[in-house]
C-alpha cells in the first residue's frame, strides 16, 4: 500500500468535515459573539503552542497553569507570561539589564 494510498482512504467521503475558521473556539458554538472568539482564539493558540527553551534550544516548552511553563526536554520550569512564555514587559527588563550591564563592564 503506497503512502498516497493511505492519505486518500483517510480523507473519504465518510469523513467528518473539519472547521473552515473557528478552529479551537468551536467548542463555544454561536455563544459570546464573533469578536470575543476571535481574541479567545488567539490566546488559546499561543497558550497551547509550543517553545522554544532558552535553556536547552529544544522546541518543548508547555505551559503547566498561569504563568509557569515547563521544557519536556531539559526539565526546567520557569515563570512567563500567562499565554505566551515571554512578555513585553520580561523583553523590556532584560534589554535593559543587558544595558546597564554593558556600560559598568565597560
Given at each position: 500500500?503506497?503512502?498516497?494510498?493511505?492519505?486518500?482512504?483517510?480523507?473519504?467521503?465518510?469523513?467528518?468535515?473539519?472547521?473552515?475558521?473557528?478552529?479551537?473556539?468551536?467548542?463555544?458554538?454561536?455563544?459570546?459573539?464573533?469578536?470575543?472568539?476571535?481574541?479567545?482564539?488567539?490566546?488559546?493558540?499561543?497558550?497551547?503552542?509550543?517553545?522554544?527553551?532558552?535553556?536547552?534550544?529544544?522546541?518543548?516548552?508547555?505551559?503547566?497553569?498561569?504563568?509557569?511553563?515547563?521544557?519536556?526536554?531539559?526539565k526546567k520550569t520557569m515563570a512567563g507570561g500567562a499565554w505566551t512564555v515571554g512578555?513585553?514587559?520580561?523583553?523590556?527588563?532584560?534589554?535593559?539589564?543587558?544595558?546597564?550591564?554593558?556600560?559598568?563592564?565597560?
Open positions: 500500500m503506497s503512502f498516497l494510498s493511505v492519505i486518500i482512504s483517510s480523507d473519504g467521503p465518510g469523513a467528518a468535515k473539519r472547521t473552515k475558521k473557528v478552529g479551537v473556539t468551536g467548542k463555544y458554538g454561536t455563544r459570546y459573539g464573533a469578536s470575543l472568539r476571535k481574541q479567545v482564539k488567539k490566546f488559546e493558540i499561543s497558550q497551547h503552542a509550543k517553545y522554544t527553551c532558552t535553556f536547552c534550544g529544544k522546541d518543548a516548552v508547555k505551559r503547566t497553569a498561569v504563568g509557569i511553563w515547563k521544557c519536556k526536554g531539559c512578555t513585553t514587559a520580561a523583553a523590556t527588563v532584560r534589554g535593559t539589564v543587558r544595558r546597564l550591564r554593558e556600560l559598568t563592564e565597560a
